[in-house]
């Protein structure tokens, strides 16, 4: 599966390879003590890899990035996918004898098999 993310800034295109976290410990001279007492400081940072063209891994931190294509179909086209108005018009509530979300086209419950009868 190939998922094709833009920087945002840069508007350049990159293949998604995955997400970690980085780390980072810095050292800076205290305000009092100088070199004698530095303050620490470090912890996590979350990034993500990607590919350029010629397979260069570079990262970034994820909120750089935005996804525009998964498996060749623009993100655009997958919007049905997250259109939960949809959604709720097509579906009944819950199945009634186990629960499980159905729609009305259903002729039986996917997780229990009950039967439907539809009313014309």
């Keep these: 599966m190939a998922v094709i993310v833009q920087h945002k800034e840069t508007?350049?295109?990159?293949?998604f390879l995955g997400v970690?976290?980085?780390?980072?410990?810095?050292?800076r001279p205290s305000f009092l003590g100088g070199n004698l007492f530095p303050n620490e400081d470090e912890g996590e940072t979350r990034v993500a890899?990607?590919?350029d063209k010629?397979?260069?891994?570079?990262?970034?931190p994820p909120k750089d990035l935005k996804v525009i294509e998964i498996?060749?179909?623009?993100?655009?086209?997958?919007?049905e996918l997250f259109d939960e108005e949809k959604d709720n018009a097509d579906s009944l509530e819950v199945c009634?004898?186990?629960?499980?979300?159905?729609?009305?086209?259903?002729?039986?419950?996917?997780?229990?098999?009950?039967?439907?009868?539809?009313?014309?």
């Design 11 to 15: 508007l350049k295109k990159f293949i």
């Design 20 to 27: 970690g976290y980085g780390t980072y410990k810095a050292t």
């Design 49 to 51: 890899a990607v590919c």
């Design 54 to 60: 010629e397979g260069n891994i570079i990262w970034f």
């Design 71 to 79: 498996d060749g179909v623009n993100l655009k086209n997958l919007s």
């Design 96 to 120: 009634l004898e186990c629960g499980h979300k159905i729609y009305d086209h259903d002729e039986s419950c996917s997780s229990c098999g009950r039967s439907f009868v539809h009313k014309k």
